[in-house]
């Protein structure tokens, strides 16, 4: 994988947990029930897990989708990252859609402003850490600036990713969260991509895309970029 110590980007969220000061997952308290509650989302079709039919990604696209940069100290290899402490779930899998997410407000800003976001949905095909099993569906929450047409158009479905995630942040005294149901089936789980956890294949081109640090790397492979597993 490549390491990066200089400036990624990440979703809103992150910035949003950095300056309302969140505790960590284990010390979180459970989400309000006052929060504004979305429509059941339906679960969305499956897609065939063979690598070999992963579309092409317009790189540069993807590259330009996700968010704004801060620094970060990067995990020096895959293992690495896998085995960070807040990393719970490793997969590799494929996109299947995108639907309308949550909204954060971190109510210790002065001039508070909504942080909406987006829920891309992914089909499991493997998984390196973590309880989920192949087919099942993971839903991972996403800063979004531009219309949802945008990333659906430059992470079509099927597109291969791999996610090393962390469990999204959920409503406390300093960050309130509206539509909380919003974009994944009710009772599913949240999920958040790290700095470093976010890799897309660019299918038949070759090469590997990591979004959150507006990088294209054309030489990379794909497989490299998670840890080893008698499945892959």
Same mark, same amino acid.
């Given at each position: 994988?490549?390491?990066?110590?200089?400036?990624? #980007?990440?979703?809103?969220?992150?910035?949003?947990?950095?300056?309302?000061?969140?505790?960590?997952?284990? &010390?979180?308290?459970?989400?309000?029930?006052?929060? &504004?509650?979305?429509?059941?989302?339906?679960?969305?079709?499956?897609?065939?897990?063979?690598?070999?039919?992963?579309?092409?990604? &317009?790189?540069?696209?993807?590259?330009?989708?996700?968010?704004?940069?801060?620094?970060?100290?990067?995990?020096?290899?895959?293992?690495?990252?896998?085995?960070?402490?807040?990393?719970?779930?490793?997969?590799?899998?494929?996109? #299947?859609?995108?639907?309308?997410?949550?909204?954060?407000?971190?109510?210790?800003?002065?001039?508070?402003?909504?942080?909406?976001?987006?829920?891309?949905?992914?089909?499991?095909?493997?998984?390196?850490?973590?309880?989920?099993?192949?087919?099942?569906?993971?839903?991972?929450?996403?800063?979004?600036?531009?219309? #949802?047409?945008?990333?659906?158009?430059? #992470?079509?479905?099927?597109?291969?990713?791999?996610?090393?995630?962390?469990?999204?942040?959920?409503?406390?005294?300093?960050?309130?969260?509206?539509?909380?149901?919003?974009?994944?089936?009710?009772?599913?789980?949240?999920?958040?991509?790290?700095?470093?956890?976010?890799?897309?294949?660019?299918?038949?081109?070759?090469?590997?895309?990591?979004?959150?640090?507006?990088?294209?790397?054309?030489?990379?492979?794909?497989?490299?970029?998670?840890?080893?597993?008698?499945?892959?």
């Amino acid at each position: 994988m490549n390491t990066r110590l200089g400036t990624t #980007l990440i979703v809103t969220i992150g910035a949003l947990v950095a300056v309302s000061g969140c505790a960590d997952v284990a &010390d979180r308290p459970s989400s309000s029930p006052t929060a &504004d509650q979305s429509e059941p989302t339906t679960r969305p079709p499956t897609v065939p897990s063979d690598p070999g039919t992963a579309p092409d990604v &317009d790189a540069e696209q993807v590259a330009r989708l996700w968010g704004v940069s801060y620094d970060y100290a990067a995990l020096e290899s895959p293992t690495a990252l896998a085995d960070y402490a807040e990393t719970e779930l490793v997969i590799a899998g494929r996109v #299947l859609d995108f639907q309308p997410g949550p909204i954060y407000f971190a109510e210790t800003l002065d001039h508070p402003e909504a942080a909406p976001q987006m829920v891309m949905s992914v089909q499991v095909d493997t998984v390196v850490k973590g309880d989920a099993a192949p087919g099942d569906t993971v839903y991972v929450v996403n800063d979004v600036t531009e219309p #949802l047409e945008a990333y659906s158009k430059g #992470l079509p479905t099927g597109t291969h990713v791999g996610l090393y995630l962390e469990d999204a942040p959920v409503e406390n005294d300093n960050m309130v969260i509206g539509d909380e149901g919003a974009g994944r089936p009710a009772g599913e789980q949240l999920w958040i991509a790290g700095p470093q956890g976010f890799i897309v294949a660019d299918g038949e081109n070759d090469g590997v895309v990591f979004p959150y640090d507006h990088d294209v790397a054309p030489q990379a492979e794909f497989d490299e970029q998670l840890p080893p597993t008698e499945e892959r």
